[in-house]
């Protein structure tokens, strides 16, 4: 638990800087002084996002790695507190370190042992893209900066993930001799502290069986990505991005009450243009910034454009050095040539797979494509499992429910259905598309709970609120509180004996990481490791590839000048 521990408080504090740099043009200096849980996590949000960009640029020229990461730390730490020194006697009213801190209730409770759970249940990693390619494509970005043609080597390579630079970043592989991966623990805490601070204002207008229904989200969210908090896992991260955009906006009116309206909307909408660079399937959601920027922008009309400017230029910079297209593997996107592009037909065959394996991934792609709607449609259906159907089914008949109803539709704030209206139209080019439930499963479990969030908020009295509640306390609600902490005992307890035993955990002692014989094939005048069996190179050291495309070699007698394809 040692190793989790330091990793949540180093990356906590060095995203916090930067979350401090980035909001100071955006908020005034009453509001830099801002240490509450809440306040310290918003800004390691905001420092996250930001992060991706920078760490795209950098990449360009530089490895990312933990020496970029001592850099990086040395240099705000300096700038923190020389800012803060400089500033200190002229904002005598800036709130100090420790003043939003408060006692502990008894509604903190189930939050703090969610988090004592995000500790016990991340499990060795077992993810089969870790093992597939991520770990491999990682140790490309630690090693050296962006190679030009690298998806030559192996096309998975060119997917480009903007996660993987701040996983990069905090592997610490310098330090353990092997990755320590913790970018999804990371956000998933997070999103239980901004949860938790939302329900605060839920127990102050009495509706604390709002808080029990977010509170079984999370743990649902925590179920499903039990063994993907310790891994590199895109789909994990962009749930976790996706809830909190959720809670961002649905708590917006009272937000921006102590909270600088500028940059909640910063906040925002960078949440809505950074989703698509950590996974291209989120590129529907990114849509919210556009009725988002409509409602709530009455100046500064300029942000939306330089936001997605300063986020998608080095990311498709990246996409460009990585595999000579716009967007890899759409190959319809490529006005570009260059010697190190990614032969069309490759680019081809991969769009294709990811359809084919997000449909049926245990039958041969060119059967899937081949075979007629009807069958795919009723293979996956009966494939799709039960949680996900759950997810599916209840989100249509809650939709379905919530629009009839007329008043309950009504009463859901503006911001609020705009973004729920884009999850459920998601859904539809997903379902078409790639319908893996992995890659939208953020928009799936909202699909539901956002209906049945403000259905129960009309409809039961419970949850209408009174004029004379109590700030800070549950007043005339003791059993749903209690309720909570049971559930989350429970549940927690549960988790626990149905994974691994304690001493396996990677939070008390990283695992040994799996391996595979690899043997030795020539690209050129480079060896390249390739699996004896199978496709996974696991941790293996780079140059690895699950297999040599015929004609790859080096471009020139560098590694750093990138791969390419030679004509037959």
């Known amino acids: 638990m040692l190793f989790s521990l330091i990793y949540l408080a180093v990356s906590l504090w060095l995203f916090f800087l930067m979350g401090e740099l980035v909001i100071i ?4 200096k009453n509001h830099t002084g801002h240490w509450s849980a809440y306040g310290v996590g918003l800004k390691a949000l905001t420092g996250f996002l930001w992060s991706i960009p920078l760490l795209s640029f950098i990449s360009l020229f530089s490895p990312v790695n933990s020496r970029l990461f001592l850099i990086l730390f040395l240099l705000l730490n300096g700038w923190f507190f020389l800012y803060h020194n400089k500033n200190r006697q002229s904002n005598s009213h800036q709130l100090q370190p420790g003043s939003q801190f408060r006692s502990f209730s008894s509604e903190d ?31 490309w970005i630690e090693k050296y900066p962006v190679i030009p043609g690298l998806g030559n080597l192996c096309t998975k390579f060119a997917f480009n993930f903007g996660s993987f630079l701040p996983l990069a970043l905090l592997s610490s592989r310098a330090v353990l001799n092997q990755p320590l991966w913790g970018i999804n623990f990371f956000l998933w805490v997070l999103v239980v502290v901004t949860l938790s601070s939302q329900t605060r204002h839920w127990s102050r207008e009495k509706k604390p069986i709002l808080s029990f229904l977010l509170l079984l989200t999370v743990l649902l969210g925590i179920h499903y990505f039990k063994s993907s908090l310790s891994s590199t896992s895109v789909e994990c991260t962009s749930a976790a991005l996706i809830l909190l955009l ?31 660079v950590i996974k291209l399937t989120n590129i529907f959601i990114a849509l919210f910034a556009l009725p988002f920027y409509r409602l709530t922008f009455q100046r500064n009309k300029w942000i939306l454009p330089l936001l997605a400017l300063i986020f998608w230029l080095p990311w498709i910079a990246r996409n460009i050095i990585l595999s000579g297209y716009l967007v890899y593997p759409f190959p319809f996107l490529d ?36 075979a007629p709607v009807s069958f795919w449609i009723r293979t996956w259906a009966a494939h799709l499992g039960l ?49 893996d439930p992995r890659f939208i499963i953020g928009s799936l479990i909202l699909f539901p709970v956002i209906p049945a969030f403000y259905l129960i908020s009309f409809y039961l009295p419970i949850c209408q609120g009174t004029a004379n509640a109590v700030p800070g306390k549950l007043a005339g609600s003791p059993m749903i509180n209690h309720s909570m902490l049971v559930i989350t005992i429970i549940f927690a307890v549960s988790e626990i004996f149905l994974i691994n035993p304690l001493t396996n955990y990677p939070m008390i002692k990283p695992p040994g990481f799996p391996s595979t014989p690899m043997k030795t094939e020539k690209a050129g005048w480079l060896e390249v490791h390739t699996p004896v069996k199978g496709v996974n190179c696991y941790d293996f050291p780079i140059p690895s590839a699950p297999h040599l495309i015929p004609g790859i070699t080096p471009r020139t007698n560098q590694i750093e000048k990138g791969f390419m394809i030679k004509a037959k």
Not at 25 to 28: A, D, K, L, R, W
């Open 246 to 276: 959720f809670f961002l906006v649905s708590g917006y009116d009272n937000l921006n009450k102590t909270i600088p309206t500028s940059i909640l909307d910063l906040l925002v909408l960078s949440l809505c243009v950074c989703l698509p």
């Open 387 to 435: 949680f996900n159907w759950l997810l599916l089914g209840s989100g249509i008949l809650l939709s379905s429910v919530f629009i009839l109803s007329g008043k309950a539709w009504k009463t859901i704030p503006p911001l609020v259905r705009w973004l729920w209206i884009i999850f459920a139209l998601a859904i539809i080019p997903w379902f078409f598309l790639a319908p």
């Open 25 to 28: 043009p955006f908020g005034n």
């Open 109 to 139: 409770y189930p939050w703090l042992l969610v988090i004592l759970l995000l500790l016990v249940s991340v499990q060795p990693v077992t993810l089969p893209d870790t093992w597939g390619y991520h770990a491999q494509t990682l140790q």
């Open 335 to 370: 006005p570009l040539t260059f010697s190190w592009k990614i032969p069309n037909d490759l680019a081809s065959q991969d769009f294709q797979w990811i359809r084919s394996w997000a449909r049926l991934p245990f039958i041969n792609y060119y059967q899937v494509l081949n």
